[in-house]
């Protein structure tokens, strides 16, 4: 069985005002599905608090990543309801933002198989890993900082990673943020790049989600 996307959502604060959290609504198609929130805040030293689904406390996968003024944190939930219902994130003291939030099916219903963090300072946000499941999915979180006056609508990804990009995440366009997915069909080694306006500083996140087994009874049935 391969990992399949649900449904994408994603909130900013377009008004150029800072917050201590931000409420959006994210609609789960798929019952017990896997949630992942992407949590770009603009500070050198707040961070994600917390992040809840539904009510739920959800768990950060991986270390709080911060190169400068630009911080990233991931949080997931496994096996949750379909519905809509809201997100809320919490951030250490008032923060410019942007957050996604990206759910799965198809899944173990476990945490991320595999995680790599990365920072640098180039023109290229790059982050590599090696699955070690077929027919995984990666996932991407990248926050980048950017001379460009269109903030993340210039972006491109290397590899045909699905992009959902946050402009503006200061309601200007000096930061953007990008989740990115796609489908890892083999078990290998994989790198997804990004390019940006120019040399800047970044923070790249890469997530393996495992797929789950085919169900013995249907494997038996392909033959």
């Known amino acids: 069985m391969a990992v399949a996307i649900d449904n994408t959502s994603s909130n900013f604060n377009a008004s150029g005002t800072t917050a201590t959290s931000v409420t959006w609504a994210h609609t789960v198609k798929t019952p017990g599905a ?20 539904n009510g739920v ?13 630009i911080g990233l944190q991931v949080f997931y939930l496994t096996n949750v309801p379909a519905g809509t219902f809201n997100i809320v994130a919490t951030f250490s003291a008032a923060v410019f933002y942007g ?14 198989e595999v995680v790599t963090q990365g920072s640098g300072t180039t023109i290229t946000p790059t982050n590599s ?6 027919n ?21 990804a290397s590899n045909g990673q ?56 249907q494997f038996f049935a392909m033959f």
């Open 57 to 69: 406390a959800m768990t950060q996968s991986g270390t709080t990543k911060n190169n400068g003024f």
């Open 99 to 112: 957050v996604s939030a990206t759910s799965f099916s198809g899944t173990t219903k476990t945490a991320p």
């Open 162 to 217: 699905t992009m959902i990009k946050i402009a503006n995440l200061n309601g200007a366009s000096s930061y953007g943020g990008v989740t990115g997915y796609r489908a890892a069909t083999t078990v290998t080694s994989y790198t997804d790049a990004y390019t940006i306006s120019a040399s800047m500083a970044w923070n790249h996140n890469m997530y393996a989600i495992k797929a789950a087994p085919i169900p013995t009874n």
């Open 136 to 156: 995984d999915m990666l996932l991407d979180a990248v926050i980048f900082a950017t001379s460009s006056t269109s903030g993340s609508s210039s972006v491109t």
């Open 129 to 134: 890993l090696s699955t070690l499941t077929a």
């Open 34 to 53: 896997d949630l992942y929130v992407q949590c770009y805040p603009v500070s050198a030293t707040a961070t994600t608090s917390g992040v809840t689904f």
